[in-house]
């Protein structure tokens, strides 16, 4: 098993000490991307950090996924501490929903469905103004083709298909392209699955397989 002075450098990269939760890590790892991610243009984000955080992260959630735990916790810190991030989640919730605010929020969302539904019943139940002379409509000679779907990645794409819809990734580590939160796997230079991020989505057909996991 590795040691955790292995891994004492991702923490760091992160701004995290050795013995954080998972969801820090995770909080951590999406607040460096933000800030480093060449679109926001912001002075001071740098690609190399982008790279740097993303294999700092990939490494320590690798740990996480074989051990059950991150570097530098223990079974029993591991599993208090899953403990006290569930009870926090609830906690919150319950301050959420018991709030006035929550509450207004309900009732508004109810009168703007009512005055939805009232609207599309009143469509679908409107009597024209005539009905003496139909319209002539004159249509195309033509048939016009459908349009086609836009361009998206799908199992057993070539490495350059997933190059000509996605462009050059932020990261190549092995048979992975990194693109910001998301990723495509690749075996023999065709693709087997992918992570596609809600922070950054794939054009992914999602129906040709199931999501890679994190």
Do not use: K
């Not at 923490?11 to 013995?19: E, F, K, M, S, T």
């Not at 009732?107 to 139909?134: D, F, H, I, K, T």
Request: aromatic share 6%; glycine share 6%; proline share 8%.
């Amino acid at each position: 098993m590795p040691h955790l002075h292995d891994y004492l450098a991702d923490y760091r990269r992160l701004g995290l000490a050795a013995d954080c939760s998972l969801p820090e890590l995770q909080q951590a790892w999406r607040r460096a991307v933000a800030e480093n991610h060449p679109d926001r243009a912001r002075q001071g984000a740098s690609s190399e950090a982008l790279v740097e955080v993303s294999q700092a992260y990939r490494r320590l959630r690798r740990f996480e996924r074989r051990y059950g735990r991150l570097p530098g916790q223990t079974p029993e810190t591991a599993a208090r501490a899953t403990r006290l991030d569930t009870t926090a989640a609830r906690r919150a919730e319950n301050a959420l929903t018991s709030s006035p605010r929550y509450a207004v929020a309900l009732c508004w969302g109810a009168a703007l469905l009512g005055a939805l539904l009232l609207l599309q019943w009143a469509a679908s139940n409107r009597v024209p103004r005539s009905l003496e002379a139909p319209v002539r409509v004159d249509l195309p000679s033509q048939t016009l083709s459908p349009r086609a779907p836009d361009r998206v990645i799908r199992i057993g794409d070539t490495a350059a298909d997933v190059h000509r819809v996605l462009g050059e990734p932020i990261l190549r580590e092995g048979d992975t392209w990194e693109y910001g939160p998301s990723h495509v796997r690749f075996e023999r230079q065709r693709v087997v699955g992918w992570y596609s991020s809600p922070m950054a989505p794939l054009p992914v057909d999602s129906g040709s397989a199931p999501t890679a996991t994190r």
